[in-house]
């Protein structure tokens, strides 16, 4: 408040019962001033800022850096200035810092693990106030040798003696920003730490330099640019965080085994972090837990499952949804002995399961089709294994019915309309005689993942096409959820798009 111009700190001074929710005050030439709180911003004067008001806050401040901020000695708070073309300051946000304590409950049992641990979000969601918090945790609580890489003083705030909120946690200050991958090399070769905290990794060498600190066995915990994993993994400078892609030519016999395109995307290397963080909201995150399947699954068309935690009001951290690996042994589990046996196919009466062999359909589709509807079914990779084909429109099934080991043993060939799981789940549905009640349960447990998929991503959902009365149940589920839904089609192909 002391470094505001006199009418600004006057205002907020008069709203006392909402200052503990300020988030920033904007200061901008010939503009009223601003106080930004969570959802609204207040005016906090009548006549614009002016050059003296620019200069009262510069001259009680420390110096900007090249990434034009600066702060308040032994405080977290960050002033960061707008610039002219000839370099004079003609706007300001005064950032209020605070050292929330309390934060790494949500995620304890993963800081304690001693894996490398990459927390993304957006700007402004907590990344830094968590980092801050799991270095003094470490540092305080478990007695490691913790060193803070501060580039901007965010993490331990300005000046030569760090902040409180780190705890017994050393800081490292870095002069220019082009020079944090240097210093946390340093940080390394010259302080013997056992973790290393970053904020901020955003170049190659940085990247580099990440890898290098892991591959020498000391524990590294940053954040980074990016919402999500796969916008971590889209990018061509930050990828080689989670492991990097590479572009890969499969010989023949490889292409058809896996029934893909010769040249596939794969994961270059082991991936730096261990544990993906993506910081959704103060009190919640989605856990990637195991990194290096996640891309490869990633790579292979699935759709990322990560653990969703919250905590309540009451301070209790409840898991919301099973990361992927929990999710896959549950389904198995879930699987029952006998379930839905449709009558064996004509010369296989003995056959307990019935194994179908995929022709231009996704194998992974059907594998996941077959797991959430709990069938008897299994896929096989040969025509001697199979009881029947199951193929998709377009392919001459003319010739593969008349392929010599399929008339040879007799088998059946069906024909899906598109390749798409809605499809695959229709045909399955049909195929084992599954009652109505069974498919509206379907239904419903496909809304129930699309709308956890729109929560995290906040991309739409497209659910199957489904009678009217259906569409109705998934409605009350979305709405149930807070999220918002409507139909899109005609008869009989109308389906239900979920998205926030």
Do not use: W
Not at 448 to 456: D, H, I, K, W
Request: aromatic share 4%; net charge neutral.
């Amino acid at each position: 408040m002391a470094i505001l111009p006199p009418q600004v700190r006057q205002a907020l001074n008069r709203m006392e019962d909402e200052q503990l929710d300020l988030i920033e005050v904007v200061l901008d030439l010939g503009r009223r001033a601003e106080a930004r709180f969570p959802g609204k911003f207040v005016f906090l004067t009548a006549d614009p800022v002016s050059r003296e008001d620019i200069e009262y806050v510069t001259t009680r401040i420390g110096t900007f850096g090249k990434d034009n901020r600066a702060g308040i000695e032994r405080t977290l708070h960050r002033i960061s200035a707008i610039r002219n073309r000839v370099g004079g300051v003609v706007g300001l946000t005064c950032r209020v810092g605070r050292a929330v304590y309390g934060t790494v409950s949500i995620i304890r049992d993963v800081v304690e693990s001693a894996q490398n641990l990459l927390l993304l979000g957006r700007p402004g969601v907590g990344k830094t106030t968590m980092l801050r918090e799991i270095a003094r945790v470490l540092a305080e609580e478990f007695s490691k040798r913790v060193v803070i890489v501060d580039t901007s003083n965010e993490i331990a705030g300005d000046g030569d003696i760090p902040h409180p909120g780190i705890g017994p946690a050393r800081r490292m200050q870095v002069p220019q920003h082009d020079e944090q991958h240097a210093v946390m090399i340093e940080a390394v070769e010259n302080h013997m730490p056992q973790v290393i905290v970053v904020d901020e990794i955003g170049t190659e060498a940085e990247a580099y330099a990440a890898r290098t600190i892991a591959e020498r066995g000391v524990q590294l915990v940053a954040t980074a640019h990016g919402n999500t994993l796969e916008n971590l993994l889209m990018n061509p400078t930050l990828s080689d965080l989670v492991g990097g892609i590479q572009v890969v030519t499969l010989s023949d016999e490889e292409a058809r085994r896996r029934k893909t395109q010769k040249s596939v995307q794969e994961r270059k290397a082991p991936p730096t972090f261990d544990v993906v963080i993506e910081i959704q909201a103060q009190d919640a995150v989605a856990l990637h837990l195991e990194v290096a399947s996640v891309v490869d699954r990633l790579l292979r068309g699935y759709l990322p499952s990560p653990e969703l935690r919250q905590r309540d009001p009451e301070g209790t951290v409840i898991v919301l949804e099973p990361s992927a690996a929990e999710e896959e042994e549950q389904l198995i589990e879930e699987i029952p002995s006998r379930p839905y046996l449709a009558p064996p196919p004509p010369g296989h009466e003995t056959m307990e399961n019935v194994r179908i062999y995929p022709y231009a359909v996704s194998r992974n589709r059907l594998e996941r089709a077959i797991k959430v509807m709990g069938l008897s079914a299994q896929i096989v990779r040969t025509l001697d294994q199979a009881d029947l084909v199951l193929t998709i429109k377009g392919q001459d099934r003319r010739r593969l019915a008349e392929a010599p080991r399929v008339r040879e043993r007799n088998l059946p060939v069906h024909v899906l309309k598109s390749n798409t799981t809605a499809q695959i789940q229709d045909f399955l549905a049909r195929y084992f005689k599954i009652s109505d009640s069974k498919t509206e349960e379907l239904a419903l447990k496909e809304a129930e993942e699309a709308v956890r998929r729109v929560v995290r991503s906040g991309r739409p959902a497209d659910l199957a096409p489904q009678r009217s009365t259906i569409r109705q149940l998934q409605h009350e589920l979305a709405e149930r959820y807070k999220v918002r839904s409507r139909s899109f089609g005609t008869e009989p192909l109308r389906y239900v798009r979920i998205y926030k």
